[in-house]
Each structure stands twice: as structure tokens, then as C-alpha cells.
């Protein structure tokens, strides 16, 4: 699991699709969501890591509107 060096403790699989890993971890004594998403095979290097980074600021926008209509999403 990538987690560019951060130290997670407790961390348990909550779900495993065909584009993420969604795992429920411990860090620094806060209970947190950790996605990773998985790299295809099949696609160019460069065009999954381009695919792959504007799918999470996508999923970062999203989350950022419904926090601003007081919906509750992880932060």
C-alpha cells in the first residue's frame, strides 16, 4: 500500500473495487478513509496516472460542494 511514507496503524480493508482500495485506518489517534486507487495494467503509464489524478480532484470538488451545503463527508 502507497502511503508516501505516513505511518497508519489498525488499517482494515472496508472495500476492494475494480478502480480503489477503501481501507479504515488509525493515524496520529484520528480514525480515517484511505482510497488508493490501482493502477491499470492495461492503460499507458502516463494516461492512468493522468486518469487517475483527475478522478480524485474530481471526488476532492464534490466532497468540498457538499460541504458546503452541510452534508457530511470525510474530510
Known sequence: ?????????????IYHGAEAKIFGCN?????????????????IP???KKINKQRIL?????MEKCTKKGILVPK
Open 27 to 43: 493515524y496520529d489517534g484520528k480514525e480515517v478513509v484511505v482510497k488508493i486507487r490501482l493502477s491499470k495494467s492495461y492503460r
Open 58 to 62: 474530481q471526488e476532492s470538488r464534490c
Open 1 to 13: 500500500m502507497e502511503k508516501n511514507d505516513i505511518s497508519f496503524t489498525e488499517e482494515v480493508l
Open 46 to 48: 502516463e494516461l492512468d
